[in-house]
Structures are given as structure tokens and as C-alpha cells.
């Protein structure tokens, strides 16, 4: 089993940064893609970025290209968010989620991914 740990949520400004991080533990070694979502209350979990392991190839939702990266490290099982330029929109609850290299599931689905993390708090003030 993967467990996934979120960190680096918190209180930001508009305008402002911040840069999450998704530690993976458990069995990591095979490797896995991986991805970001988020859920604003009263709305449906939304699609934010994911990386994939075979090529490294990155996706992101309209909403937030030119303004988010995802990254990973794989000497240190982490996936990271920068968040730059946020806005008040992008206030919401951010998951991290892993799933196989194998599966052929688009990655903006979350069918794709197997494993989620329990989620960290970004909040957007103006």
C-alpha cells in the first residue's frame, strides 16, 4: 500500500505563494503517477495538475497553467504544487493522489489514481 502525507497548506495573501508537498511512503518502488485535486466547498473535486512517471510528462487544468507546477523528486518519494499568483478562487482543500504507471485511465480523471492523501487547507485572502 502507498500512503500519501499533504503538507504546506495554510493562510496566504492574494498574490501570494505557496508550495505543497505530497510525501509518499509504503510501496513506492515501482513507481506511480501522480496528481493534484482540490475541492472549494459546495463544489465538485476539480483536477488541478499531475506528472506521470513514464515520461514525466506534466497536465494542468486551464484554471491555473502559467501560475502552478507540479514537480516531483523521486529520491525523496515527494510531489510537489508550486502555487504562485494565487487568487481568491483557489482557496479549497488540496489532495494528492498516486496511481500506477500501467493504467491507461487520463490523468485529469480521478479513476486514474488508486491512493489519496487526506487533504491540506490553502486559503486565499484578499
Known amino acids: 500500500q502507498v500512503q500519501l502525507v499533504e503538507s504546506g497548506g495554510g493562510l496566504v495573501q492574494a498574490g501570494g505563494t505557496l508550495r505543497l508537498s505530497c510525501a509518499a511512503s509504503?510501496?513506492?518502488?515501482?513507481?506511480?503517477?501522480a496528481g493534484w485535486f482540490r475541492q472549494a466547498p459546495g463544489k465538485e473535486r476539480e483536477f488541478v495538475a499531475a506528472i506521470r512517471w513514464s515520461d514525466g510528462t506534466t497536465s494542468y487544468a486551464d484554471s491555473v497553467k502559467g501560475r502552478f507546477t507540479i514537480s516531483r523528486d523521486n529520491a525523496e518519494n515527494t510531489v510537489y504544487l508550486q502555487m504562485n499568483s494565487l487568487k481568491l478562487d483557489d482557496t479549497a482543500v488540496y489532495y494528492c493522489?498516486?496511481?500506477?504507471?500501467?493504467?491507461?485511465?487520463?490523468?485529469?480523471?480521478?479513476?486514474?489514481?488508486?491512493?489519496w492523501g487526506q487533504g491540506t487547507q490553502v486559503t486565499v485572502s484578499s
Open positions: 493522489a498516486t496511481g500506477s504507471p500501467r493504467s491507461l485511465v487520463v490523468l485529469t480523471f480521478p479513476p486514474a489514481y488508486k491512493h
Open positions: 509504503g510501496r513506492t518502488s515501482g513507481g506511480y503517477n
